[in-house]
């Protein structure tokens, strides 16, 4: 079985915070959600666990939450 595509995900900065992220990529459904799937050890970027909801994410990270991905696109 195959992993679903990379979604690609643009923002108009240059660096966004990991929970501002998995909501804007639809990764998480809000703040509180996210903060859960970062402590439950479910969130990847790069392919390494990621346990810092203000980790800052920059053009070209890819952030994982189970099989659905998320690229990060930056405008800046």
Do not use: C, Y
């Not at 108009?12 to 929970?19: F, N, P, S, V």
């Amino acid at each position: 079985m195959t992993k679903p595509p990379i979604r690609d995900v643009q923002i108009a900065d240059d660096m966004i915070r990991l929970g501002q992220f998995l909501k804007l990529a639809g990764l998480a459904e809000d703040g509180s959600h996210a903060k859960e799937l970062i402590d439950a050890d479910e969130v990847m970027v790069n392919g390494r666990l990621e346990t810092r909801r203000g980790a800052q994410l920059h053009d070209g990270d890819v952030v994982a939450v189970g099989d659905e991905r998320a690229r990060l696109h930056a405008a800046g």
